[in-house]
């Protein structure tokens, strides 16, 4: 007999290796398993493959005296079981990707690299008898560090988890030395029964048909997929926590998706003060050796609750109850690099193929998921009001064409504008005034996005990329001597110093134009500063990427707004990602509605989605929310649609236009992305593709054209997309087609990549 091995090649097909009958090269001279890891000879590579099929020897293609024997067999038991097979299968034939690399997509790097699936994770715990008298009087922080630790009882916590936390592994050793605390390795013991440390919150009616659906449909053991739609602060995660009962009592495994590691410590504590249970996070945060034996505690059965990003949808799990989705809206459940799957589509596949329901939670749908609504394909749930006595923020347009924006006066006497009306200042001061907080919602970091000469009208350039220059000040409120600020490329990460004059005429009246996050924060502070001491009146909390790099960031910011005082938020598409602020009554949004302008048909719709979003973050506490959003287009009609009438009716017209011109989701979309040296390469090697497409094939071709942005760290792209009015239609065409073009002599030397229901052009 011989195995077919999948290996993590770019290459359509699998590969037949001979198992050795002596004992010499491999320990245990049996046939390896189908779904266990192998260590094979390839090339003069040595590849950790998976074994995916037996075959006899007279129906391999390879010949008897080529065929290569495996050198070891790695699991004496398969680390992934039929269903996982079946999922990979799956996946390579929908992203009509090889099989080898769909396998090392759905595996952790540890596993991928052969390593024994048993490693030990350090876990940390407090020592008996210590007391508050055990530390110094000026030992503060070490003091604060110890607590943390303290608030997860006696048996404390893994070193991962406490780091995530904010905790310091400098810290933890000094307290291991000082006799406080200890390190030790947790034993696997079977999960005890979930029990609830907390009674669940009384629900409305919608709430309670709510999880009487998803029960149902658990208890029926069979698939169902739920769109809970339900608008900003309704109580969507109540429903979660009270249909998850019923799963988490059956013993059963209950996986939350949510769309940014910002979330998961947020999501970690409302799941864990409800239920006493083994809650594991996974995420790209987490150390290698953290994130394999979470995927070992999937597939055991060890963690009764999991909470990950999109990756953790492509785990193994041992008794998979239910998934939920929450966000299900966001744009990073969709992958945009290898294998490039959308973890809400994955979610829905394995609920069908498990047999349990599957909860698309948001207050936003996308047009596809309203689609399948109509379609009879999910069932929705409608969660029209909040909870209690809370209203939704009203929404008001304020027209920056008839305000005047606020000026301020710079230490040199000059006059800048703030990009910001001035009764959008006046409504902030009143709201600060009142001892609420208020969110105001850039989507551009950094200080400024262009570095313009206004003498010749020169701009600093990415050299690498079709894009302007970020403009970095690394402290506020300082003078302009560029020596410790720098530009940068958000695409390719190219970096430079600030010129102190115009590289082209050597003028020395260059100026950061425009607003990103860091400028929006230093005008604030002048703006709200007391005029007797120039120190703030208020604190300006800035969050960003910039802002939130440090694994402790979120947390000591969290920390921060939570304390209820005062306070301006400034902040990117983080903020609008789920997050709870119940001090915030009012949402400013200078500028957010741009998106209804831009090319991408999809813009409108992802536009409306992050407005809506934002908007939700005012008024989820006891008292009513409103939002201002700034605007040059008050008469744009999609703009007053979605002020008047809400984000469903938006959606609905959408939804309307979209059926009218053909586009997604009434039809469905393959998007060839081509990246080489030159443009002239890329459009070629698109063309000689449509060249290859089978006739008639009744597609509609769109292109080739150039990418949004054709050059990219010093390469060119182009694209090419596909639609077609029947999925099985487009995807018969892809099989026969997709695999020559790779072929193709004009792509030799070029990237092409294939993107299944893209998100984005």
Not at 503 to 517: H, L, V, W, Y
């Amino acid at each position: 007999m011989l195995v077919q091995v999948a290996l993590p090649v770019p290459l359509y097909r699998v590969f037949d290796y001979s198992v050795p009958v002596d004992s010499i090269s491999v320990p245990k001279p049996v046939l390896p398993q189908i779904g266990s890891r192998v260590e094979v000879s390839f090339g003069r590579q040595t590849l950790i493959g998976i074994v995916i099929a037996h075959i006899a020897q007279t129906d391999s293609t390879v010949p008897s005296a080529k065929l290569k024997p495996i050198n070891h067999c790695l699991d004496d038991d398969p680390i992934l079981d039929e269903r996982m097979l079946a999922l990979a299968y799956w996946l390579a034939r929908y992203y009509h990707y090889p099989l080898g690399d769909v396998l090392a997509v759905m595996l952790p790097s540890l596993v991928r690299q052969g390593k024994p699936l048993d490693l030990l994770i350090t876990h940390w715990r407090i020592l008996p008898h210590i007391s508050d008298d055990d530390f110094r009087a000026n030992a503060n922080k070490q003091k604060q560090q110890f607590d943390m630790l303290k608030l997860h009882g006696e048996r404390g916590a893994s070193e991962d988890v406490l780091l995530l936390e904010g905790m310091q592994r400098a810290f933890l050793k000094t307290l291991e030395e000082k006799g406080l605390i200890e390190r030790y390795i947790e034993p696997k013991t079977a999960p005890t029964a979930v029990k609830l440390a907390k009674m669940p919150l009384d629900m409305n009616t919608e709430q309670q048909q709510a999880v009487e659906a998803i029960v149902a449909a658990h208890n029926a053991n069979k698939y169902s997929g739920f769109l809970l739609n339900g608008i900003t602060g309704s109580g969507k995660t109540e429903v979660y926590l009270q249909a998850m009962q019923t799963v988490l009592e059956a013993g059963k495994q209950v996986l939350i998706l949510v769309p940014e590691i910002g979330l998961t410590p947020q999501t970690r504590a409302r799941f864990a003060s409800r239920f006493a249970a083994q809650i594991v996070l996974l995420h790209s945060g987490m150390t290698n050796t953290y994130r394999m034996q979470g995927w070992q505690d999937c597939r055991t059965g060890h963690a009764q609750i999991i909470i990950g990003t999109r990756s953790a949808v492509l785990y193994p799990f041992a008794n998979l109850g239910l998934i939920i989705v929450d966000e299900a809206h966001d744009a990073s459940y969709k992958q945009q690099d290898t294998l490039r799957y959308h973890a809400a589509d994955i979610a829905l596949y394995r609920g069908l193929q498990d047999n349990i329901p599957v909860v698309l939670g948001t207050a936003t749908p996308t047009l596809e998921h309203l689609k399948l609504v109509d379609d009879g394909k999910l069932v929705e749930c409608l969660l029209s009001t909040r909870p209690g006595n809370a209203k939704p923020a009203t929404m008001q347009l304020i027209d920056a064409r008839m305000q005047s924006t606020h000026q301020q006066v710079q230490d040199d006497g000059a006059r800048y504008d703030t990009g910001l009306t001035d009764k959008l200042i006046g409504a902030i001061r009143q709201t600060l005034e009142a001892g609420d907080q208020v969110l105001i919602f850039l989507n551009r970091r950094g200080y400024a996005p262009v570095l313009l000469c206004g003498a010749c009208g020169w701009q600093a350039d990415c050299p690498r990329c079709d894009a302007h220059l970020t403009v970095h000040y690394s402290s506020q409120n300082q003078q302009r001597s560029y020596s410790n600020n720098y530009l940068k490329c958000h695409h390719c990460d190219w970096q430079a110093y600030i010129p102190t004059a115009c590289p082209d005429c050597g003028s020395q009246n260059i100026d950061a134009k425009g607003m990103g996050t860091t400028r929006l924060s230093e005008n604030l502070q002048a703006i709200f500063a007391n005029p007797q001491t120039s120190k703030d009146l208020y604190p300006i909390i800035q969050i960003d990427r910039d802002t939130t790099r440090r694994k402790d960031s979120w947390e000591k910011i969290y920390q921060r707004i939570n304390q209820g005082t005062p306070a301006i938020l400034v902040g990117t598409q983080m903020v609008a990602k789920g997050h709870h602020f119940p001090n915030v009554t009012l949402v400013c949004l200078p500028n957010a509605d741009r998106g209804f302008l831009s090319a991408d048909f999809r813009s409108p719709e992802h536009t409306a989605q992050l407005m809506i979003q934002v908007a939700g973050r005012a008024g989820r506490g006891d008292k009513s929310g409103r939002v201002l959003i700034q605007t040059l287009q008050p008469d744009n009609p999609l703009l007053l649609k979605l002020v008047k009438d809400g984000y469903l009716p938006f959606a609905r017209e959408l939804l309307q236009e979209r059926k009218m011109m053909g586009l997604p989701p009434y039809s469905h979309a393959a998007l060839i992305r081509c990246e080489g040296k030159t443009l002239v390469a890329t459009t070629q090697a698109l063309n000689d593709a449509i060249a290859g497409l089978p006739k008639p094939h009744n597609l509609a071709v769109l292109g080739p054209i150039d990418a949004p942005m054709s050059k990219k760290n010093s390469r060119y792209h182009s694209q090419l997309l596909l639609l077609a009015k029947d999925r099985k239609q487009l995807h018969r065409i892809l099989n026969q087609w997709w695999q020559p073009v790779l072929a193709m002599p004009s792509a030799k030397y070029l990237k092409l990549t294939l993107d299944i229901d893209p998100v984005g052009w």
